[in-house]
């Protein structure tokens, strides 16, 4: 602390004190040479260390280069004195670099301070770490951070510090991060109490989210939760409101994070997050006086607008959004108007529709003119992304007339948007020649080469515009357009060499026209030359040996070219003099020179280079962008790229369920794992439901096992209610009806401890979502309070057949955090609704439907009862708990059973099913026969009741 | 996130500087072309500045897209954070106002001369804010009483060596004899309506 130290507060007031600089460098080499003195002398105490190394840092901070004090400063770090650490530690993180050597020195000692019982000098190393990092670190103390982040004993503050020093060290080493590993505990953390550790943590949350997509996907439906809370039922600790608005960092992370996934397809989470967003532009709607409350307001308001954009652009909240912006764009308020901008061009960016954009057309084109160079910027991007071919040349002419005064800095990027957005809109060949000429002779110097190459490439595969082209170009050279004061000496001049380019291939098309004869077109080009930089006459030359191909009467003139040249310093024009110059003055019947010189045959399509430039120049940075610059189509092609990496992170998703301490299981029964195999969760199942075998690269899920795990799950397959899990903490239940196609489950999670459970998630997740949907009514709370029972209920929808049944992972502190993943007994027969069928009427539709493929048949071994019988009232009952009506007296054999049913799906339709049953008691075999119209759904209905009647099958 | 804090009187010296970036390049040419930046705006621009031509200068790795400069005046001093494209532009004008008034809180009534003379204060002040470029904590009560634990962790290791020392460690705000300097006193909060408020 300054105060304490007299000689630093002496020192610096000196050193204000000093008049003129001379002065100030005199007093303080004469301080920096009195230190180095005491530092080489030694045998100082902590105090007088410190007080150096104050004077260090301040001379530091000054400017002033310094080379004394690291040493000392490493050395303060691990006095016991918290004043002496402090002060090390601002030494370590001002002073060195992530790769100095010193830093070497310093990971036992802050090893040691991340160790320590006192939060301070953990907060210290933190903070060290957060500054300074450097791979060694980060290797050596990552699990220490993350140790104190999850521990349940950390204070909130050190949680903040250990989080964000998490982050830090994940950006900059992310090898050395098991995001996927921590995903589950990390995402608990966003369910803290104190708004300042959820802060933190969900910060870090959003920069692994990013890469781990499918590890992190719990935190979609965290942070729709905690949204709801802060935003409608306004639930926060009243010290996190900032002038009137909850913790607005908080929601502005929240709701950027919502946007990194995929629209949810949740309805309940939905439906939260359009209350949440509503209530956000609800709110907006009033202009509060204070400019801190209105910034907070605003801060949250376009992040929510980003939001809605990213969900549905068609939504209605979209709509009054961009009403919302249009207010906004003509505000007197500069930064509102930025905003509004920026904000307008991710709409514009993602939104089927412009017109709501474009009826601001005049506003935004105006703003081109903004006084501020910041909005003029946000005009460039919002003007590019809203162009179409309807307002293209409207839009394209008046960045062309912006560009002639636009800043410097602008220029480079405005040249290449407003040539991408000339060739994608361009509705006339004619049209994009000319504007693109135009473009090219007014930014001169600000056309990259990508620019160029994209036009020759256009002109090149495309034929019909050859020859505009070549007489386009020629017009361009011509004096108005072409001013000489437009050359730069002996600069680039991007339109000659396109023009020489076009000419060299083309020239020849309109040769015989008057105005365009070959001695003009050499003319044209070679009075430019003089002005010209080497690349540039490279590309001449290389048009005028094609001339000498095509144009034999200027060949005396080209070769003199070549001669001249042969003899210029430069080695690349030199060589091409000569070796064009031998080639040309070969004897005339040669035909080399006609092969050397064919016409360019059209360049293979691919990516505009342009387009790689422009996202080049976005790519690769802290945070990915949620959109790009450009229309709708610039952003579509970033969807798959997303889904490929949910796809491939399923994997890790697969390595973190792993990692759940396997539970001794009771049976290892091959048949389930094998049916769970292929549980994608993300792209609808491929594999055809006639092929039985999953595919084996697929990820399993690893579920949950206890010894009594799978008898119970059989037995809610055919029966309504039931346990589906016990162990000592938690008890779940479930409680079923269905109606049809529809259904309602009821989970019921009973906490036997005597402490509540807190961070609570469940998430269920289906295979084929196509097939069937789960959802949860509500958003599940995130605390159950001890010995109580939560109850959540879920809502099912049958729309094609499925196999799998989907599984649902719960996880929650207790003591540690711990997370099962469990089967939902939502198989297909659910959805079979009993129907009584009279004899004849179930003999006939039995023999329409006939054999295979639609009927499917198996034969397989069965337990008898007790006394040596058939058990028929068994089999009865799990054929009726299959939801079969049992036919009674169809079959002339007592023990035989005959059941009907019809499967209903909303998609697929309703598919009827007949059964017959066939036991052998002498064999202890019985014959199961399905007749249905759908062949998939035969296979699939013999599958769940085999499984059942088959010997082995647990009661 | 965050590349670098900086605090400028109206002369153009730096008062503070944290950079969360490690800089390749002098500092202090950083600092210069920052605030010539920024000072060449007139008043009622906005406060946001995209600021391509510090790509190189920040020399951050791989060629960071979108730095964004954002400032704000309080009578003498001005206020710049440069900030990567994944900021909220507002959030960070929000966070501005937060260091400011937390430093009014530590310092009762800051002036200049309080960035001055007690640096590494307003060091350890920042550290409880933002920590690697990364937000920490914006929760005005909650960054003060961290400071303040912060200062009596300091006395209370301080007294413990120093037995006989006495009076020492008065906390911040107490100001050291050459602060008789006339100074401007009450430059900061008066302007916006509001703080007082609170």
Redesign the interface.
Known sequence: ????MRGL?QF??DI?GARVRELEEKRINKEMANIRKKFKDGNLD??QKKKYV?KI??TY?L?YKVDVGHMEAINLISS?????K??GY?AVT?LM???SDFLRLVVNSIRKDLDDNNE?SNCLA??AI??V?SQEMAEALAEDVHRLLISPTSQT?VK??AA??L??LY?KHPEVIPAAEWAMRLISLMDEHD??VV??VT?LVLALAQDHLEAFQVSYQKAAHRLYKLVVDREYPA??T??KVP???LQ?KLL?LLQYYPPTEDTTILAALQKVLETIMQTAGTTP?????N??Q??VL??AIGLAIHLDTNSPLVGVAAQQLAVFISSKE??V???GLDTMAHLAARADSLDAIKQHQDTIIGSLRD?????R?RALDLLYSMCDTDNAELIVGELLRYLQVADY?LREEMVLKIAIATERYATSYKWYVDTILQLISTAGDHVSDEVWYRVIQIVTNTEDLQEYAAKAVIEHLRPPHCHESLIKVAGEYPLLICAAYILGEYGHVIANDPGYSPMEQFHLLHTKSPFCAAPTRAILLSTYIKWVNVFPEIKAQLVSVFDRYRHVLDSELQQRACEFYALSTRPEDDDLLQNVCEEMPPFPERESTLLMRLNK???????K?IWNIGGKDANIERRPTRRDTLARSATLMNAAATAIPPSPSADANGDIMSSLAGLDLTSPSSAPPSNPAPEPEKPAVQLTHTANTDKWYDKLCYSNDGILHEDVQVQVGVKSEYHSQLGRVAIYIGNKLSVALTSFTATVSVSDTSALSVTFQKIPASTVPARTQAQHVLQVECRGPFKTPPVMTVSFMAGSHQSMTLRLPIIMAKFVEPVTLPAADFFERWKLIGGPPREAQNVFPITLDAAGQVDTPRHRKIIAGHRFHVLDGLDPNPVNIVAAGVLHMSQAGKVGCLLRLEPNKEAKLCRLTIRSTSEDVSGEVLALLQRHLKADATL | MIHAVLIFNTSGTPRLSKFYTPQTTNPTALMNKIYTLISSRPAGLCNFLDAPELNALLGSKGGDDDVRVVYRSYATLCFVFVVDGSESELGILDLIQVFVESLDRAFEDVCELDLVFHFDEVHHILAEIIQGGLVLETNVVDIASAVQDNQKARKTSFSAANPLALGVGSGVGGRSANSAVPSPIGWLTTKFAGVGAR
């Not at chain 1, 016991?80 to 002496?84: I, L, R």
């Not at chain 1, 120049?617 to 945070?623: I, R, W």
């Open positions: 602390m300054a105060t304490n507060t610096i007031a204000r902590g105090y104050a840092i301040y901070i400017g016991h004195k918290y004043s002496e402090q002060i601002l001002l670099h992530e790769n301070f933190l903070h957060a500054n990092g503050f903040k510090k964000l020093t982050l830090r950006r708004l300042g802060l933190c910060s010290e996190y900032y002038y913790s607005p960092w502005v950027r006086r204070n400019v801190q409350h910034n907070a605003n801060a376009f992040e500069t930064n108007r930025y905003l006084k501020d160079i910041s909005v910027r800095g120049k976005h790519g690769d940075t802290n945070d962008r």
